[in-house]
């Protein structure tokens, strides 16, 4: 939760309620499982668990990062069209 929060310089707050019925989604859904090994065990704290994208999440990851790639282009132009047309409007 910090590091999403750290990542985003505060602008996204995940909660512990958002993140565990997103876990429990996408453990419902097949996308993610849950894994036995703890990296050391004598670190992490009791309910701590630790989770991976199976390879469908993974698919789904990689196709949902390329449609929204897809949509900064597209976006990026027409804001470049808005700024030269508002530009054009106050030149006149």
Avoid: F, Q
């Avoid at 750290?6 to 512990?16: I, Q, Y």
């Avoid at 097949?30 to 390879?55: F, I, M, N, V």
């Amino acid at each position: 939760m910090r590091s999403v929060r750290e990542s985003t310089d505060g602008k996204v707050r995940l909660g512990p309620g958002t993140l565990c019925s997103s876990i429990k989604s996408l453990l419902e859904e097949r996308l993610s499982e849950e894994l036995d090994e703890r990296e050391d065990p004598e670190l992490s704290a009791g309910r701590r668990r630790y989770h991976r994208l199976t390879a469908a999440g993974r698919k789904l990851a990689r196709s949902e990062a390329e449609r929204l790639a897809a949509m900064v282009v597209p976006l990026a132009l027409i804001a470049v069209l808005i700024l030269k047309a508002v530009l054009l409007y106050r030149v006149k």
